[in-house]
């Protein structure tokens, strides 16, 4: 059976899977109230993570980062991740956590940074930017379906137009990227 997956949106579709996850964005770091609890039920957490391109104190983020992968960690979730101008230390935190996997969400990194990040079995997930940046489309390209996620986040697009997309830029019939996908998120959630 056909199913396509939305690792990440804002605006879900009952056809479409899509993960529940809970988490405090790098955003909020300085009005945070991490509470263990409030992670019950949640299938990931998310969107967690580092944003250097915003005014929040780096310090707060990175306590509240280190506070949620503990949690994920312990809790055995996986993590999707916001990373925005932070590639490096985003790996140098993550390096101390025995995690079930880390899906960087909304990635526009290099083909080089999507290589160390495979390399250390991470997840990449994209979405509509790979129209508008070379760039990421070339790490799109590079990113073995092993590792591939797709999502829609804010974009107005529909996930099957952003599945179009992205098969288009790799090259690859969609049937193909559909089936890689459904692999990897029945791995990680164990459906």
């Known amino acids: 059976m056909r199913r396509l997956i939305d690792i990440h949106t804002h605006n879900p579709h009952p056809e479409v899977t899509s993960p529940m996850m809970v988490g405090i964005h790098p955003w909020d770091a300085e009005k945070a109230e991490l509470q263990e609890q409030m992670f019950s039920g949640a299938e990931a957490i998310g969107e967690i993570g580092l944003d ?47 995690l079930k996997a880390v899906i960087f969400h909304g990635f526009i990194g ?29 790490a799109l390209q590079n990113t073995p379906l092993e590792n591939l996620f797709l999502e829609t986040d804010e974009s107005t697009l529909s996930i099957e137009e952003i599945y179009s997309i992205a098969a288009e830029i790799r090259g690859e019939d969609m049937e193909t990227i559909i089936n890689a996908i459904t692999n990897n998120y029945d791995r990680l959630f164990q459906l």
């Open 110 to 138: 290099s083909k080089e940074q999507a290589a160390e990040a495979v390399k250390r079995g991470h997840f990449l997930s994209f979405g509509e930017s790979v129209k508008r940046s070379p760039k990421t489309a070339v």
């Open 52 to 98: 250097y391109a915003c005014d929040v104190d780096r310090v707060k983020q990175k306590e509240l980062f280190r506070a949620q992968l503990a949690i994920a960690e312990k809790m055995q979730l996986p993590v999707v991740l916001h990373c925005v101008r932070a590639f490096a230390p985003t790996l140098e935190i993550l390096k101390n956590y025995h």
